[in-house]
Structures are given as structure tokens and as C-alpha cells.
């Protein structure tokens, strides 16, 4: 019988073993083929974003109103302004005119005498064709560079009586957004300019609504309309005869990162090449930057991409080395390549391959084994244990009817007694006693006496269950009441958050709006002096609240995470700068390190992150007199996740007086300070690293604290499995940089609407500085009177009113056809997220008090039309600062004078920041240089480095 048992199995658990060998090494061979797929992919459309990146840049730059004017003076700003944005990814931005001569250079050298018009890039871009580019090699540097070229189109002036295809183009985008309803004939008429104006007034902000369609109004229609890149946009750019072509050049060395990022293997690697065959990026950088076009024509998979051929590529190179590539077509002609040698790409399937025939042996000894010892032990005494209690069940239930052992009979005698809940038990008992002592003895005994114990069971059953029922409904019933006093009780603490939220930041916001509104005003030393105690004592206040009600939401489960694609870069750059003045002051040097491994773009809640670092920053810094601060961001791979997903590590580190080992663990609690701390010093609640932690928390992170009194401390935030984000979706929430003072609007009606007349006043008088007709409501039914009867340009609502509130306000404007086209925008206390997602839904613009004057202007900016005093002049203002005896030549024409070395090591200190070091260094030419140092002085008395270093950089050429 054994010998059948081997026979039967062992065949079957080979073939199944085998079977499943062969799926494997297929699907292991499909899974590498898969991978070279995936990371060529991958590396195609990175090259191609960058690509059709450029080509939209230099389209986007060549329809500019400043380029197209032809005018040199216009256009170079202009380009100055594009490199220096788009910098390092640009390092030449030219125009040219039709006939191939330069009419402006942004680096600012003597024009060249050179004709181009034989360039492949100027004839593309006069015949119309919207983003040539051509390989070439650069001249200054000899490395290869991309030079991209767009023609600059002869746009239409936009007036009355003017004809062309641009005006058709036009015609037709305003006629699908209803707004045009003629004929798209391309004669700009009363009907055209009507549409214009309309589109400049309700579609996009910051066009001036006069009716004429300027290079700036086309751009936007053709850019709302969805044909910046569609056949009928090129087309009709190609019907306009070009003015001229505009050209910017960037290195090959700028998708060096993409080839980079690609590795596999130890062997494997990647890179790219042109139509034609050369070389355009590869991991050794020295192999494009030899200052000639590399031509990777020769080389096997390059060839079989000339051919036509794309995927995958077997192939043995010069050294008899095995070869396994796949190339990938680029959608403009390039090609994307990775290659790994075959011994390494197989090594898995041969290595899985050998374990299989090991396991294979394995397995036949082990089941040989096994099948002997279980026919010997246990199959056979089963089979006999089985045949001893059916010859049992019969005789039992035969002998309880007084009648033969008929096999037939007694089985169905046994089925009675079951169903009547009768069991032969001391049959079994008996029968147990004859049983051996191996397994299958045991296995007797244990059924005789599990037979008696069921009887005793199904005998009090019922009993049971009866009993157990009513025990479960009277649990149910105290757990609903439990969840509903729960239920009432996280209500109640909701309910109270909302009141605190409110109540408290409505006087808030007098407070601080007023106190704001003196500082500007007052000229007294010693009163401004006050004011700034006031307000600084009332921002402090309001920080304390603004922790309390964080660490109760956080507490209720009512903070919620915004996560969004994130800059870390200028998140720490941020940081940076809150926190320069007062490290400054106090002489501890603050350093921000930013691993260079970390992706530009990362999803992130900005906000909590920047809670988190100014918490733990803050308390570097009022624990630390002298020494480094330094700010550490570094990224670990994450185990078990892709390339798209990473640890991100932030460190907090300083020299401070340190924390004790046995109060480390105390110090994440809420009010918790560290014993012996003297609170008149040092100051603080105990509630920030309490947030912290929380907020660290609820980001699925953990926080850390290492410590040692007298040398400092390090707190470490690990956040796991960061997700990395594209780099064109990364979304700032500080608002325009734009100072207030650089704003002038035009002519408008504001009413504003709040019960409370503090709040009211402090508004109009934050922007009685502008040419606004102000109009006051108490109340949302009075706001509804007043839109009615002035129709103001814009709505400043508070949404917590007597009579009818700003909700039940703001609904109604809505639903009214007069009304619903004013911009509304809601000004109000409260905190809880709920209140944010119902604002959204009914308000167009959305300001939490206590509010400033620079939030106020910062939002109705969106909303009403202004012009803005250029950065450039207005840093140019600032730079040229009014010294008192000093004409604009004393104040600079000194800089040529200035030795080259203290020139080089100011700039340094003002790159670094380092406040006190260039204070005393400008002090060493005060008597020499005296209208140099005041003009530094000054500048360093508003912490602006940036303007010391446009002040020293106005004389290129300095003597030593």
C-alpha cells in the first residue's frame, strides 16, 4: 500500500513543482524586461516635459509686449528678467531682427556685427514656425548647448478697422465663451472690441478693460482657449509675418540629473541621443562637455534606433560582453536609451533555477519519508479505529431496540437516538478502556469523553442562550448610551472651540488693527516705543490662543491636514528670514542645510510643517547664547517603497544650556516646562513642543530628543514615506510680495459689514490711503439694502451678525442677478474647519481675525484693478538711499575706490547674513568712505542684505 501511496504522489508533487518553476522564471524574465521598460519610459518623459518646457517658455516670451515692440530699450529688461527667473536653466536670451542682425543681447555686450540669417533657428522662426531648436556648441564656454527660437509676430494693434487672422483666431475663442456672436471674419468691428472688453473685465484679472485687443489680451484668449500648442494656433501664427525671431540657448547639462536619477544594477545605466545619432546626456558628464557633438551613431542600440527600431535590444559589444538595451522613441525625434549587461539582469532567474532543482530533491526524500512513517502510524490505526466504531454504533443502537445487529437497521436506530438527544456514551467508555496508549488510542478515549460533555451541554443549552441574550442586550444598551454621551460631550467641546475662536479674536482684532494703525502714524519716540510693546505683547496673546485652540482641535479630532506639492527648499528659506533679526540680535549663528538628494516638489501640509520648525527653532533660539543653530533636512530611502516615496528627515540643533536626561521624556506634555527653568527668563507656556508633537503625530511621523547639559540639543522629526510631487505643481501659500505701499488702485466702491463698530473703522482706515468710496452695514440685512442701492465693487462681509448673519447674507447675494457678480470676500473669527469649507462655498475671498492692513490689501488685490510699482524700481528706490550732505555721484562713485578685498569680504558677510560681522567691517572705511558706510548702515538697519549687495555690485570694475 505504501509503495502506491509513493508512486501516486510523487509524480504529481514533481510535475506541480516543475509547473511552477517554469511561471516563475517567466514571470521573473517578464519583470526584468518590464523594469528596463519602465525606467526608460520614465526617463523619455522627464526629457520631454523639459523639452516642451522650453519650447513654451520661448513661445510664451517671444508674444510679450516689451519683445515684440522691437524695441531694444523694451526688450531688455525683459530678457534680463527671464533669465534671472529661469536662471541656472538659461544663460543666453537674444533677438534678432528679419534680417538676421541682433537688436538686443540680455548679457548686456556690445551688440554683434554678425548676420545669423543662415542659422537653421532663424529660418525656422521667420517661416512661422512656433519653437525651433538646434545642437550647437557654445562659444563661450565650448560646451554643447539647445538653442530654442520662436518668431516675434507682427500682432495686430487691436483697433477699430484692423484685418488679419490673429483677429479671426480671436473672434473665434470669444464666440465659443458666448461672448462674440458675428462672423469670424477678421475685421475687428464695434462687436469685436465690445467681446474684448467684456473678456478683459469678467475673465481675466489685471487686463485693462478698454476694449482692445494688445499683444497681452490675445496671449490670454488664445491661452484660455486651449490652443497655445493646437494646429489651428500654429497655423495662424504662421499666416503672420514675423518681425523678427527671438533665441535662448541652455546647456546639455541641465537634463544631466535625469540620466543621473536612472540607475540599475551595478551595470546598468542610461542615456540619450538626437535624431541624428549624437550624444546628448550620459552618466559620464565628461563624454558631452569635451567641447565638441559626441556621435553615438557606431554604437548598437543608437543604430538600431536609426533603423526605425525601438524596445527591446540583445546585443554583445566589442568585448564580448552580452548586452541586454531598450530604446525608447522621444515625440520630437530623440531617443532614450538604457542598457544592463544580460549576466546581471539574469542573475535571479538562474539563481531561482538552481533553488528549484535543490528543492526539487528535497521535496521527493521529505514526501518519501513522510508517506512510510504516516501509512505505519496513522492511516492504518485510523482505518481500524474506523471499522471498530462503526461495528460499535451498530451494536449499541441494536441493543437499545432489543433487536439484531442488522447493519442497515442499527445505522438508522442511531440516527434516532441523536435526533432525540440520546447518546450511546457508556458504550464508548467501555470501549475507551480497551484502547492503547499511541495517538490513536488517546483519540478514542478523548471522542468517548467529548461525547459525554456534549450531552451535558446540549442539555443546558437553551438555558444558556436565554441567558446570554438578555446579557447582550443589556451590554448593546449601555454601550448606545455610552457612544451618545461621547457623541454630546465632543459637541459640547466643538460648540466650544467655535465661541472661544470667536470671542476672543473679535477684540483681538481691534486691538492689533488699531495698534498697527498708531505705529504708522506716531512720530514720538517714546509713544512708538509703547505701541510696539502693545503690539508685540498683543501678537504673543494672540499666539497663545491661537496654541490653546490648535492643541484642543488636535485634542477633539477636529485638525485636519492640507496636503499640497510643497517647495521644502523655499519652505527653510522662509524660516530663514523670520528668524534672521533675531539671531542676529542675539550673535548665535543660524545655518540651514539642505541635503541636495531632496526633490524640488513633495507633498506636504506647508503650514504644519512650518508650525513645527518655528516651534522647535523658537526654542533653539531662547535657550541658546552663543554658538550654531543649524536646521538639517536629509532624506532616507524608504524600505519597501518606490523612487516616488522617501523619509524625510528634519533636525533642529544648538549649543544651548541642554535638557536633563530624566526630564526629556516630560517635556512633550502639555504646560510642561523643564524643572528649574526660570520662566521670567526664558518666558513660554509648555504648550509648543506639546503641539509639536501632536502635529508630528498626526502626520504619522515621530519626534525625538537627544540632549546634554551645557553643549546643546538635538530634536529629530522622522516623517515616513513622503510622497515626491512634479516640480510644476508646487503651490506657495504666502501671498503677493508686493509691498503696500506699492499698490495704486483705481477708483472703487467697498461696503464693509460688521456689527461691531471697531471693526468697522479699523477697516476704513486701512484703506483710506487710496481713492476707495467707503459705505458701512451693521448687519446682513443692512449689507443687502446697501449692495442693492450703491452695487459697490466689492463686499467686506463678517459672518457672525445680529438680525441676519453673514451665512444667510452672502446666500442671498448669490441667488440675486444683480448682486451675484460682486465679489464678496468674508471676514471672521472662527477657527474650525467646517466654517472654512462653508465660507469657500458661499464667499469668494476668505481673511481670519485679527487681520493687518497687508492682509486686507494682499486679498481685494484679487478682486479690484491696480498697478504695481515694479520690483525693480521699487528695490532700485530702496537702494538709493536719501543721505543727508552726500550728492547721488558722492554716494557712488566711491565704490571705485573701495579696495577689492574689503569689497569681496562684505559681499560674503552680506550673502551670509552675518550682521554684526559687516556692521564692524563697515566701520573700518567710515572716515575714508563715509557715504558708502551710511548708505550700508542704512540698509543694515532693516536687515536688507539683499540691498547691500545690489549697493557694492554698482561698480563692476573696482580698484585694488
Not at 554658538?627 to 524600505?639: N, Q, S, V
Not at 541642554?658 to 523643564?674: K, Y
Not at 452695487?791 to 459672518?799: A, E, K, Q, V
Request: hydrophobic residues 40%; aromatic residues 8%; glycine residues 6%.
Amino acid at each position: 500500500m505504501t509503495i502506491f501511496m509513493v508512486l501516486g504522489v510523487l509524480p504529481a508533487a514533481i510535475l506541480a513543482i516543475w509547473f511552477s518553476t517554469t511561471n516563475a522564471i517567466e514571470v521573473m524574465r517578464a519583470n526584468a524586461v518590464d523594469r528596463l521598460h519602465m525606467h526608460t519610459t520614465s526617463l523619455a518623459e522627464r526629457v520631454d516635459k523639459w523639452h516642451y518646457g522650453n519650447l513654451l517658455a520661448v513661445r510664451t516670451l517671444s508674444w510679450n509686449p516689451d519683445i515684440t515692440s522691437m524695441d531694444s530699450a523694451r526688450q531688455f529688461p525683459a530678457l534680463v528678467t527671464f533669465l534671472n527667473t529661469h536662471r541656472p536653466a538659461y544663460y543666453v536670451a537674444a533677438t534678432f531682427d528679419e534680417h538676421g542682425g541682433v537688436v538686443t543681447d540680455a548679457a548686456g555686450r556690445p551688440l554683434s556685427k554678425a548676420n545669423y540669417k543662415d542659422r537653421y533657428w532663424f529660418q525656422e522662426a521667420m517661416t512661422g514656425k512656433d519653437g525651433a531648436y538646434e545642437l550647437l556648441i557654445s562659444r563661450s564656454t565650448g560646451f554643447p548647448a539647445f538653442a530654442y527660437s520662436a518668431p516675434i509676430p507682427d500682432l495686430p494693434k487691436g483697433d477699430l478697422g484692423d484685418e488679419g487672422p490673429v483677429i479671426a483666431l480671436v473672434q473665434s475663442i470669444l464666440k465659443e465663451k458666448k461672448l462674440y456672436s458675428g462672423e469670424t471674419h477678421g475685421l475687428y468691428t464695434k462687436e469685436t472690441a465690445e467681446a474684448v472688453r467684456q473678456f478683459q473685465q469678467k475673465h481675466y484679472t489685471g487686463l485693462t478693460a478698454n476694449g482692445i485687443a494688445d499683444a497681452a489680451t490675445v496671449q490670454a484668449i488664445v491661452n484660455t482657449g486651449g490652443l497655445s500648442w493646437s494646429h489651428t494656433y500654429r497655423d495662424t501664427l504662421r499666416e503672420i509675418k514675423p518681425k523678427g525671431a527671438l533665441v535662448v540657448a541652455t546647456f546639455l547639462t541641465q537634463i544631466a540629473g535625469f540620466i543621473d536619477a536612472v540607475r540599475i544594477g551595478e551595470t546598468g545605466f542610461s542615456y540619450l541621443v538626437d535624431q541624428k545619432g549624437r550624444l546628448l546626456a550620459h552618466p559620464e558628464l565628461a563624454r558631452i562637455s569635451e567641447g565638441k557633438v559626441v556621435d553615438y551613431s557606431s554604437h548598437e542600440p543608437v543604430r538600431s534606433f536609426l533603423d526605425g527600431k525601438s524596445g527591446l535590444l540583445h546585443f554583445e559589444d566589442a568585448h564580448g560582453t552580452e548586452w541586454e538595451s531598450y530604446v525608447k522613441q522621444l515625440d520630437n525625434g530623440w531617443a532614450a536609451i538604457i542598457q544592463q549587461q544580460s549576466n546581471e539582469l539574469m542573475k535571479q532567474e538562474r539563481d531561482f533555477l538552481q533553488y528549484a532543482l535543490l528543492t526539487t530533491l528535497v521535496v521527493i526524500l521529505t514526501m518519501t519519508i513522510l508517506i512510510w512513517v504516516i501509512s505505519g502510524r496513522l492511516i492504518m490505526p485510523v482505518h481500524q479505529l474506523s471499522l471498530e466504531a462503526m461495528r460499535l454504533t451498530r451494536y449499541y443502537s441494536s441493543k437499545s431496540k432489543g433487536e439484531g445487529t442488522d447493519a442497515a437497521k442499527a445505522d438508522a436506530d442511531l440516527l434516532e437516538l441523536l435526533a432525540k438527544g440520546e447518546f450511546p456514551e457508556s458504550t464508548l467508555c467501555r470501549a475507551s478502556v480497551s484502547a492503547g496508549k499511541n495517538e490513536i488510542g488517546q483519540l478514542t478515549k478523548s471522542f468517548a469523553a467529548m461525547t459525554i460533555q456534549l450531552k451535558l451541554l446540549l442539555e443546558n443549552f437553551e438555558q444558556q442562550v436565554a441567558e446570554r441574550t438578555a446579557e447582550l442586550e443589556s451590554s448593546n444598551q449601555a454601550l448606545v448610551e455610552a457612544r451618545e454621551l461621547a457623541e454630546s460631550a465632543n459637541q459640547a467641546k466643538s460648540d466650544f472651540l467655535a465661541n472661544m475662536s470667536h470671542e476672543i479674536r473679535t477684540p483681538m482684532n481691534a486691538v492689533l488693527g488699531f495698534t498697527e494703525i498708531l505705529k504708522g502714524r506716531e512720530a514720538d519716540p517714546e509713544k512708538a516705543r509703547y505701541i510696539a510693546n502693545i503690539y508685540k505683547s498683543s501678537k504673543t496673546l494672540l499666539n497663545l490662543i491661537n496654541d490653546i485652540l490648535d492643541l484642543s482641535k488636535i485634542e477633539a479630532g477636529k485638525l485636519d491636514l492640507q496636503y499640497t506639492s510643497t517647495s521644502l527648499q523655499s519652505l527653510l528659506t522662509d524660516v530663514q528670514i523670520l528668524f534672521g533679526q533675531k539671531v542676529a540680535e542675539k550673535g548665535v549663528q543660524f545655518v540651514v542645510e539642505l541635503a541636495s538628494d531632496i526633490p524640488k516638489a513633495l507633498i506636504l501640509d506647508e503650514t504644519r510643517i512650518r508650525q513645527v520648525l518655528i516651534n522647535l527653532i523658537g526654542n533653539a533660539i531662547k535657550f541658546t547664547e552663543s554658538g550654531t543653530i543649524r536646521l538639517i533636512a536629509a532624506g532616507l530611502e524608504a524600505p519597501g517603497t518606490t523612487q516616488s516615496r522617501f523619509d524625510l528627515v528634519l533636525k533642529v540643533q544648538d549649543t544651548g544650556i541642554g535638557i536633563p536626561t530624566e526630564q526629556q521624556s516630560r517635556i512633550f506634555g502639555a504646560f510642561e516646562q523643564m524643572k528649574g527653568q526660570k520662566t521670567a527668563e526664558f518666558g513660554g507656556t509648555g504648550l509648543g513642543l506639546a503641539i509639536t508633537n501632536r502635529l508630528v503625530e498626526l502626520m504619522e511621523g515621530t519626534i525625538s530628543v537627544k540632549s546634554t547639559v551645557g553643549e546643546g540639543t538635538t530634536f529629530t522629526v522622522n516623517l515616513p514615506g513622503v510622497e515626491v510631487a512634479a516640480t510644476d505643481s508646487i503651490t506657495r501659500q504666502s501671498g503677493s510680495s508686493s509691498s503696500v505701499e506699492n499698490l495704486i488702485f483705481e477708483p472703487a466702491t467697498i461696503l464693509i459689514t460688521d456689527d461691531i463698530d471697531l471693526n468697522r473703522q479699523m477697516l476704513m482706515t486701512y484703506l483710506g490711503d487710496w481713492q476707495f468710496t467707503l459705505i458701512e452695514a451693521e448687519s446682513g440685512l443692512e449689507c443687502l439694502e446697501k449692495a442693492a442701492e450703491h452695487r459697490p465693487d466689492l463686499i467686506l462681509l463678517d459672518m457672525k451678525m445680529p438680525v441676519m448673519d453673514g451665512y444667510e447674507a452672502a446666500e442671498a447675494l448669490k441667488v440675486d442677478d444683480q448682486l451675484s457678480l460682486i465679489p464678496v470676500i468674508a471676514v471672521t473669527a472662527s477657527a474650525l474647519k467646517q466654517d472654512e469649507e462653508r465660507i469657500a462655498a458661499l464667499c469668494d475671498g476668505y481673511l481670519r481675525k485679527p487681520v493687518s492692513k497687508s492682509d486686507v490689501v494682499h486679498e481685494i488685490i484679487r478682486f479690484l484693478p491696480h498697478s504695481t510699482v515694479s520690483p525693480t524700481e521699487s528695490d532700485a528706490a530702496q537702494g538709493d538711499v536719501q543721505l543727508a550732505g552726500y550728492t547721488q555721484a558722492e554716494r557712488h562713485q566711491p565704490l571705485a575706490d573701495l579696495p577689492t578685498e574689503w569689497r569681496t569680504r562684505a559681499k560674503e558677510m552680506a550673502e551670509m547674513s552675518l550682521y554684526k560681522d559687516l556692521a564692524a567691517h563697515v566701520e573700518t572705511i567710515q572716515a575714508d568712505f563715509p557715504a558708502v558706510a551710511e548708505s550700508i548702515q542704512k540698509h543694515l538697519a532693516d536687515f536688507r542684505f539683499d540691498l547691500v549687495l545690489d549697493f557694492l555690485k554698482k561698480t563692476d570694475h573696482p580698484r585694488s
